[in-house]
């Protein structure tokens, strides 16, 4: 299976394991037209949901896009997409912002801020947002 190891400080904190790949519906075959959706799991402990290989970490937190398909035989539809924190000691972890039929995609995280872009589904424009990430997890 393959996998992506999330290493801060040299020091690995979990893992992306590869679920499947979708095409995404009603495209053609093209490198660029898939969801690969994996599986999270922090020191062992798995995290419930699917999940994107777009994602952050400082020392404390993950920050990782979150998908919500709705999944065919061997298409997907991304219904919806969250920017996803998570604190890495007490695994506690909610969501910083949501977008219907589009993804929510972490950027680069500066001091308190963790800033990201929204990618509307058919739309070639993204729009860049930054949030305290300190107030909520």
């Known amino acids: ?17 590869l679920i499947n790949y979708y095409q995404v519906e ?3 075959s093209k490198a660029d037209n898939f969801h ?9 402990h798995h ?11 400082n020392s404390e937190y993950l920050f990782i896009t979150k998908y919500n398909l709705n999944i065919m035989e061997h298409e997907a539809s991304l219904e919806s997409s969250e ?8 695994k ?18 500066e001091g308190n ?3 990201y872009s929204k990618h509307i589904k058919g739309h070639s424009l993204s729009k860049e ?9």
């Open 47 to 57: 995290i419930p949901g699917t999940f994107s290989n777009h994602y952050l970490l």
């Open 36 to 44: 690969v959706v994996y599986n999270l799991s922090l020191n062992k």
């Open 92 to 109: 506690n972890s909610h969501s910083l912002s949501k977008l219907e039929f589009g993804k929510v995609i972490p950027n680069k995280i």
């Open 113 to 115: 801020l963790i800033i």
């Open 83 to 90: 920017l996803f924190q998570i604190n890495l000691k007490s």
């Open 1 to 17: 299976m393959n996998s992506i190891q999330l290493i801060h400080n040299r020091i690995t904190l979990g893992t992306l394991e």
């Open 129 to 137: 947002y930054e949030q305290d990430y300190t107030k909520n997890c």
């Open 26 to 28: 009603g495209t053609p």
